[in-house]
């Protein structure tokens, strides 16, 4: 199995996974989908911008109303 070392702002399937608390399949089916945060390929492994993963994040609150009740 090969390591992957990312830069500091990139992430990898597995880091995005962690972040999220889901499995890196589910991930992968996310982006696959067109639901997930963008990512690119690079060889075998996708790389994922951080801060492309954090806007993704926020739209995803801005988008859900019962987060936006709670906020307010």
Do not use: C, S
Not at 12 to 39: C, D, F, N, S, Y
Not at 56 to 68: C, G, T
């Amino acid at each position: 199995m090969a390591t992957t070392t990312a830069a500091p702002d990139l992430m990898t399937t597995k880091e995005v996974a962690a972040l999220i608390r889901k499995t890196p399949h589910a991930v992968r089916q996310m982006r696959h989908r067109g639901i997930g945060p963008r990512g690119t390929r690079v060889g075998r492994d996708t790389l994922y911008p951080r801060d492309g993963v954090m806007a993704w994040l926020r739209a995803l609150e801005q988008a859900d109303p019962l987060a936006q009740r709670a906020a307010a």
